[in-house]
């Protein structure tokens, strides 16, 4: 109660409690529910709840992360809305260095195989080459096409870059002068575009593994950037491919909705280069798929993300789904990289980029660990 002409005492400053709040902003445990689905070995399909310690790292980005590529075992390379490229270490939680030069969103990143070095493309019409011990400008700048690069792959030796775009081209590079060799397009007048969702470069091959809007895959042979092989084509768009370590197969995923579509492909890269396998049960767009690391499962294993929330590992040969693990809240899955044996990077349109761990129990048991 106060007393006739007295003054109420001010609350003391909260600066000290602001501050330790910003302290524990950069790694916070908190206990994350999630639900997963796997196969047991005698067939049956078992959903579970599981809760775990969860640990929020300092973010990547400030907005959606379009991309998201393993660098090494410790680092990885991603690009999204806020037009940055990030190297961040994941298992210590901590950025490494911020890369700024694009105009525009970063559509795509490609790290060069045991480097430090890594391209990314973005929506401002330009590839920019990146060193991470380098400048916080880029090595290299690639300037040709004329709409949004939605395709970028370095040849096994490095010295070579294919982009593609939704300009209807393919242009090849030498990324020492950063001067453009070859070129391939197809008009616009036609009725059939292949508008280029997604590039990878086969390992140990001249050949470039692409996706496009016209539901097919080509095969293209880099020495006069030529189609070498097109794949059946599918019913859906093709969203993304990736080719296996060996450079015999390859899978590719598709766009749909409420099941139809949304599924992920396996082909024969050698001389039938047939259809192997589908996989299906993804509800939305498979956005992304990756061929997992022996060392992972018994059986050779792949895994795929979707814009329906979900990550799915799947038995290569047979198509079974092996564990299904939904992120609640994280909006489109939008991208999918191997972290290390036991890890994934799933990139998202509201979580930023969650860090994700298989375990060996009963089945293979996929869960999330960290979001950053």
């Known amino acids: 109660m106060l007393l006739p002409g007295s003054r109420p005492t001010p609350a003391p400053p909260q600066k000290a409690s602001c501050r330790l709040w910003a302290a524990m902003g950069?790694?916070?445990?908190?206990?994350?529910?999630?639900?997963?689905?796997?196969?047991?070995?005698?067939?049956?399909?078992?959903?579970?709840?599981?809760?775990?310690?969860?640990q929020e790292y300092s973010p990547a980005h400030v907005d959606t992360v379009s991309v998201v590529a393993a660098l090494n075992s410790d680092l990885c390379v991603s690009g999204g809305?806020?037009?940055?490229?990030?190297?961040?270490?994941?298992?210590?939680?901590?950025?490494?260095?911020?890369?700024?030069?694009?105009?525009?969103?970063?559509?795509?990143?490609?790290?060069?195989?045991?480097?430090?070095?890594?391209f990314s493309a973005s929506r401002d019409r330009t590839v920019m080459m990146w060193d991470l011990h380098g400048s916080v400008q880029p090595r290299q700048h690639f300037s040709g096409h004329a709409m949004v690069v939605t395709g970028v792959a370095v040849s096994p030796d490095s010295s070579q870059l294919c982009t593609g775009s939704r300009d209807n081209s393919l242009l090849l590079w030498d990324v020492g002068t950063g001067q453009c060799v070859e070129r391939a397009?197809?008009?616009?007048?036609?009725?059939?575009?292949?508008?280029?969702?997604?590039?990878?470069?086969?390992?140990?091959?001249?050949?470039?593994?692409?996706?496009?809007?016209?539901?097919?895959?080509?095969?293209?042979?880099?020495r006069?950037?030529?189609?070498?092989?097109?794949?059946?084509t599918k019913q859906h768009i093709q969203t993304y491919c990736e080719a296996s370590e060996d450079g015999h197969m390859c899978i590719s995923c598709s766009?749909?909705?409420?099941g139809e579509g949304c599924e992920a492909t396996l082909w024969d890269l050698r001389q039938t280069r047939n259809r192997i396998c589908e996989y299906k049960?993804?509800?939305?767009?498979?956005?992304?798929?990756?061929?997992?690391?022996?060392?992972?499962?018994?059986?050779?294993?792949?895994?795929?993300?979707?814009?329906?929330?979900?990550?799915?590992i799947w038995n290569?040969?047979?198509?079974?789904?092996?564990?299904?693990?939904?992120?609640?809240?994280?909006?489109?899955?939008?991208?999918?990289?191997?972290?290390?044996t036991r890890s994934l990077l799933c990139a998202s349109f509201s979580r930023g980029i969650h860090l994700l761990r298989v375990d060996h129990g009963p089945g293979l048991e996929l869960r999330e660990v960290a979001a950053f």
Not at 213 to 222: G, N, V
Not at 224 to 232: K, N, T
Not at 283 to 311: E, G, K
Request: hydrophobic share 35%; proline share 4%; charged share 20%.
């Open 281 to 312: 049960g993804h509800f939305q767009t498979v956005a992304s798929c990756v061929f997992l690391p022996r060392a992972l499962a018994l059986m050779p294993v792949v895994a795929t993300s979707s814009h329906d929330c979900r990550v799915k």
């Open 185 to 222: 397009a197809v008009s616009r007048n036609l009725l059939c575009f292949f508008q280029v969702t997604h590039l990878c470069w086969v390992p140990r091959e001249p050949y470039v593994l692409q996706t496009s809007e016209d539901k097919t895959i080509r095969l293209w042979d880099s």
């Open 316 to 340: 290569r040969d047979t198509g079974a789904c092996l564990s299904t693990l939904s992120l609640d809240g994280s909006g489109p899955l939008t991208s999918l990289a191997v972290g290390d």
């Open 81 to 118: 809305k806020d037009k940055t490229v990030v190297a961040y270490n994941w298992k210590t939680g901590n950025v490494v260095k911020r890369f700024k030069g694009h105009e525009r969103e970063v559509t795509k990143v490609s790290c060069v195989h045991k480097s430090d070095q890594f």
């Open 255 to 258: 766009s749909g909705f409420g």
């Open 26 to 54: 950069k790694l916070q445990s908190k206990l994350r529910h999630s639900t997963y689905k796997y196969s047991r070995p005698d067939g049956i399909i078992e959903e579970r709840t599981q809760t775990n310690a969860f």
């Open 224 to 232: 006069g950037l030529q189609v070498a092989h097109q794949f059946p």
